[in-house]
T-cell receptor, first 111, second 114 residues
């Protein structure tokens, strides 16, 4: 069945780059997503990438997609303490269906 | 401002009691979803509804029930049959015809069973 895997923790220093990795299993996924969750809050969409793209850049965020290996990554440049949160990778099996989420990567940024 | 409102934010209940979590959206979205979040387990889908008066079970529907009598509302009842109900519950909505399939989330409800 569909599955999305992420490492659970990442710790970086302020100003460094953070790279959060994700693997997924459903090769028919049209869009892949990165969501951010701050403590005690809901999830907010950070960015998404269409499956026919290799890369998408949005200010400090860079998303890389390797469709052959079913690997997605999120790079945050110049990481700030405000970036500390849980980051979820998600895929959609098809139009109008619920997203499938990974377990989330907790990013801890130290000053 | 348009958005999704979940209430209550915190809820305590005794074992054996049913409890209903509210989810209301004014985004005019067709589809609504309930997810459960446990530490280290990510989000797991409980129920979802793509249209009024219709809903489908997700991966962990046992011990839960929902209704979708109005487009704006999708309440979740946690019944006494749910063996381990203490968790953070998230409601979301989306436009069924959306190209991107993006979900919009509420701020969550934390249920603690005493």
């Amino acid at each position: 069945g569909e599955d999305v895997e992420q490492s659970l923790f990442l710790s970086v220093r302020e100003g460094d780059s953070s790279v959060i990795n994700c693997t997924y299993t459903d090769s028919s996924s049209t869009y892949l997503y990165w969501y951010k969750q701050e403590p005690g809050a809901g999830l907010q969409l950070l960015t998404y990438i269409f499956s026919n793209m290799d890369m998408k850049q949005d200010q400090r965020l860079t998303v890389l997609l390797n469709k052959k290996d079913k690997h997605l990554s999120l790079r945050i440049a110049d990481t700030q303490t405000g970036d500390s949160a849980i980051y979820f990778c998600a895929e959609t099996p098809g139009a109008g269906t619920a997203l499938i989420f990974g377990k989330g990567t907790t990013l801890s940024v130290s000053s | 401002d348009g958005g999704i409102t979940q209430s209550p934010k915190y809820l305590f209940r005794k074992e054996g009691q049913n409890v209903t979590l509210s989810c209301e959206q004014n985004l005019n979205h067709d589809a609504m979803y309930w997810y459960r979040q446990d530490p280290g387990q990510g989000l797991r889908l409980i129920y979802y509804s793509q249209i009024v008066n219709d809903f489908q079970k997700g991966d962990i529907a046992e011990g839960y029930s929902v209704s979708r009598e109005k487009k704006e509302s999708f309440p979740l009842t946690v019944t006494s049959a749910q063996k381990n109900p203490t968790a953070f519950y998230l409601c979301a909505s989306s436009i069924v015809s959306s190209e991107t399939g993006e979900l919009f989330f509420g701020e969550g409800s934390r249920l603690t069973v005493l």
